[in-house]
């Protein structure tokens, strides 16, 4: 496996890993292209750079991917201009959640932690140490970037996910609404002592 920026050619496979590590929630056309909307396709529009792909060299094909947006505040207006208002004729209710809430309560977070990112590994390519290898990727790009900390939300019921998180080193923040919110500093001596 190889980690690498994000190319066009894999939109289709990043896609699909979206779609194969997602609640059956979304399994209409209309929730399709609305999960598309909510994790995907504004990373590949507008972040090559900060996501990552996890490739299959025999097979040449995406399995997996850590995307971030740098910059929140960058994130809320792009994504309020461009991808809200498509939201909003696919999933009412998720439109309603992000413009009333999603943003605002996210937003708290992201002055000591600035980045936001979303990262998935198709089932059959998990524990071979990719999540890892991914986030250390990221946690590069960043540092080199001078961004101090990167956020997500996580289910609390996803017990392999909060655990990834936690042994990595990410920090819980807060616990609301179902879902808990880790952070990690991306500073070097931070970053390191978390450890």
Known sequence: MKIIPFEERY???????CRATTSDAFRTPKGDRALM???????????????????DEASDRAVGYVMCAPDFADYTATYRKH????L????????????????L???????????????DILPEAQRQGLGHRLIDALVAVLR????????????ATNEK???????????????????????????????????
């Open 161 to 195: 996910g909060v655990g990834f998180y936690r042994k990595y080193g990410f920090r819980p923040l807060e616990k609301k609404y179902g879902g808990i919110v880790f952070g990690l500093k991306t500073d070097l001596d931070k970053a390191e002592s978390a450890r």
């Open 105 to 119: 309560y996210s937003a708290r977070f992201a002055k000591a932690y600035p980045a936001l990112l979303h990262i």
């Open 37 to 55: 909307l909510l994790y995907c396709d504004y990373y590949l529009d507008f972040h090559h750079d900060t996501t990552l792909i996890a490739v």
């Open 83 to 86: 991808y809200l208002p498509r």
């Open 144 to 155: 080199q970037r001078g961004v101090g900390g990167v956020f997500l939300n996580v289910s």
């Open 88 to 103: 909003r004729k696919e999933c009412g209710w998720r439109y309603d959640l992000m413009k009333r809430g999603d943003f």
């Open 11 to 17: 939109r289709e496979d990043v896609r699909a890993v």
